[in-house]
């Protein structure tokens, strides 16, 4: 078992900043592939970045590319998220994932957090 604890999230407004993170305990987590999704109200929950368990690869999806940055710190057992340049369609609740392989990660992560909210104003 993983478990996944995001915090981070809050209330900012359009053109911010907020960096999300995610502690993980349980099994090795330098074994796992990280995953960061979200869903706003009324939409289906949504693929945002995901990060290779040594850190060297990474994906993003289009929409948040150049603005978002996924990182991981394997000594603190931790995934981040940094967002910038936020935008008021980035406003959802933001979930961290994990799974053993980074493409299963991105299509159906075996863990989740509970997740955190980011709302952003215009």
């Known amino acids: 078992q993983v478990q996944l604890v995001e915090s981070g999230g809050g209330l900012v407004q359009a053109g911010g900043s907020l960096r999300l993170s995610c502690a993980a305990s349980?099994?090795?987590?330098?074994?796992?592939?990280m995953g960061w999704f979200r869903q706003a109200p009324g939409e289906e929950r949504e693929f945002v970045a995901a990060?290779?368990?040594?850190?060297?690869?990474?994906y993003y999806r289009n929409t948040v590319k150049g603005r978002f940055t996924i990182s991981r710190d394997n000594a603190k057992n931790t995934v981040y998220l940094q967002m910038n340049s936020l935008k008021p369609e980035d406003t959802a609740n933001y979930y961290c994932a994990a799974h053993t392989d980074i493409g299963s990660v991105i299509a159906h992560p075996d863990y989740w957090g509970q997740g955190t909210q980011v709302t952003v104003s215009s």
């Open positions: 349980g099994r090795t987590f330098s074994s796992y592939a």
């Open positions: 990060i290779g368990w040594s850190g060297d690869n990474s």
